[in-house]
């Protein structure tokens, strides 16, 4: 894939994830709010069909229209099985 383009807010895969075994994001594209394709795209992430955004596997934009990340929801481990959201 083409290099990514330079970020002025860098974030690591430690910084968007509590558990490197789970990313959780809000699957809703930074551009006009469509629906990303997981494991699709430049970067093996997440690609929108509508206009052309490529994600990597961490939800960060690589390439297109979106003007950022994909978001990342409040959320706690309560315990090793459960996730709360908000």
């Known amino acids: 894939p083409p290099p990514p383009p330079p970020r002025p807010a860098p974030a690591t895969d430690a910084e968007r994830c509590k558990k490197p075994e789970w990313l959780i994001v809000i699957g809703v594209c930074t551009h006009l709010g469509c629906i990303p394709q997981p494991d699709a795209g430049n970067w093996g992430g997440y690609f ?3 206009h052309g955004s490529h994600y990597d596997h961490a939800g960060r ?3 297109g229209p979106a003007p950022k990340n994909l978001e990342l929801p409040p959320y706690q481990f ?3 099985f459960t996730v709360k959201l908000g």
């Open 48 to 50: 929108c069909p509508c």
């Open 61 to 63: 934009m690589r390439q």
């Open 78 to 80: 309560l315990d090793e």
